[in-house]
């Protein structure tokens, strides 16, 4: 709706998706990676300024207001009008069978009970950590589930009790009880547009149109857009739409977008991708981009130093070579939040995670590949009276080209793979749908951005395949 807001009133909008916790899209804001982004009042008092909960919601708006702008020049704009305080909720059945009603009745359960809980959740002081202090919460046992998982597990009783939030649809479709927090533990969550520095001195006329949505949206109205997306299926981009248009704040250049998403989503699977054929076109280069980029600095860097490590002692060789396979332990999720702090959000952190994703293979291949050529050849090479520089340009390296490119392949295929976990911290490709696809359980969505990842990678790995068997010497099987 923001963005729709701005696009009509002719002020151009650069969507970032996926920007997943609060902690990478408020980095992103203050990087000034982007310009404005929903954000609830409590959330930045407990989970940013980590300051002690209280229940006014007038009181925490005020601190959240001055605190952002004194040590940040970031701004918040007036709430938009709703609360979306997070939801416990179990089935009915579950809360008759053990009488729930609060969350001090939870607590008193929870030893027989078990959560899904989004990770966000659990590691948040206004999340599980802070239900544990308050209420002295003990579940039997919690199981990180993403937003998308949620609902369905609990419906399926795959868990008793999840996380929600208070204007989700999902809670109406599966009639679900939301608890009682009868100790009044959350904060206010009250929704506003929280603005950048840039945003607010530069482009006052873009903030004066975000204005223009506070106060205006409450709970109903929230719940009821999110179930003609969550439940009804209907594209986002036609519910912001309809929306901006019943509040009459005009229509948007999303609009042709939104219709030609629903008669997709009507018809096949290959008419869904055919649909969205030019901005998968777009995602696609945008995901091969990053692979090329970080797959050939690593292939830079990797190869000499395999080739190096080749000709070096060879405990010393073997050490260095088990000190870079000990990126390849580190989830790729994991490392990519790692690069935020140093590069921000975006392509730059992408593609140093990816690079750093991709040097193991082929420095191990390189350096085996240089290490046992045939020894036979060397011997004979040395014979002859060949130096050892000779030796490794004209025997060693053409011999273990092979290994060499076999490395680079399997880091090719590594990266292609990776690189959707890029999303979430607003680099783009083809993880973009599949990001969006699990926030929304939309199946085609999610399978719109895997399948063509799948495919990229069986390009990638057939036209290296090309040029492995272009650089294998002649007569070497």
Request: hydrophobic fraction near 50%; aromatic fraction near 6%; charged fraction near 20%.
């Amino acid at each position: 709706m923001f963005a729709q807001l701005l696009e009509a009133r002719g002020i151009a909008v650069d969507r970032r998706p996926g920007l997943g916790a609060t902690e990478i899209a408020f980095g992103a804001l203050r990087t000034g990676a982007v310009d404005v982004y929903p954000e609830y009042t409590g959330t930045g008092l407990l989970a940013i300024l980590n300051q002690k909960p209280e229940g006014d919601a007038g009181a925490v708006y005020g601190r959240v207001s001055r605190e952002f702008a004194a040590r940040w020049d970031m701004h918040w704009l007036p709430p938009l009008g709703f609360e979306n305080t997070y939801a416990i909720a179990v089935r009915r059945e579950t809360a008759a069978k053990y009488k729930l009603r609060t969350l001090s009745d939870l607590a008193r359960a929870a030893p027989q009970l078990t959560a899904g809980l989004t990770p966000d959740f659990i590691g948040r002081d206004d999340g599980l950590l802070g239900l544990q202090a308050a209420y002295g919460l003990r579940l039997r046992s919690v199981r990180p589930l993403v937003q998308a998982v949620k609902y369905p597990a609990l419906a399926e009783s795959a868990v008793d009790v999840i996380d929600g939030y208070s204007t989700d649809g999902m809670i109406d479709r599966y009639q679900l009880t939301v608890l009682e927090d009868d100790r009044a533990f959350f904060p206010p969550y009250e929704a506003a547009a929280m603005v950048s520095s840039r945003l607010w001195r530069e482009r006052p006329d873009a903030v004066a149109q975000l204005t223009l949505l506070s106060g205006r949206l409450d709970v109903a109205t929230m719940r009821a857009l999110n179930r003609r997306v969550e439940v009804d299926g209907v594209p986002v981009a036609r519910v912001a739409a309809d929306a901006l248009r019943a509040l009459g704040l005009g229509g948007s250049a999303s609009s042709a977008t939104a219709r030609t998403e629903t008669t997709a989503r009507r018809g096949s699977f290959g008419a869904y991708l055919w649909a969205r054929r030019g901005e998968l076109g777009r995602l696609t280069l945008r995901h091969l981009m990053l692979v090329l980029v970080s797959l050939s600095a690593a292939a830079a860097v990797a190869v000499p130093a395999g080739v190096l490590l080749g000709r070096a002692h060879a405990g010393a060789a073997e050490g260095a070579v088990r000190g870079v396979g000990l990126l390849q332990t580190i989830p790729g999720i994991a490392l990519l939040a790692f690069m935020i702090p140093l590069l921000g959000i975006g392509t730059a952190p992408a593609l140093a995670a990816l690079f750093l994703y991709s040097l193991y293979p082929i420095i191990r291949n390189s350096y085996t590949g240089v290490r046992d050529a045939d020894p036979r050849a060397v011997e004979a090479a040395r014979a002859l009276g060949m130096s050892g520089g000779q030796v490794l340009r004209q025997v060693r390296l053409p011999l273990a080209a092979p290994s060499i490119m076999a490395g680079v392949r399997t880091s090719a295929v590594i990266a292609v793979g990776t690189a959707t976990l890029a999303a979430f911290i607003g680099a783009g490709g083809l993880g973009d749908p599949i990001v969006a696809g699990l926030a929304l359980s939309d199946t085609r969505m999610i399978l719109s951005g895997a399948i063509p990842a799948a495919l990229l990678a069986l390009l990638v790995d057939a036209m290296l395949a090309i040029v492995e068997r272009a650089v294998r010497p002649r007569g070497l099987g």
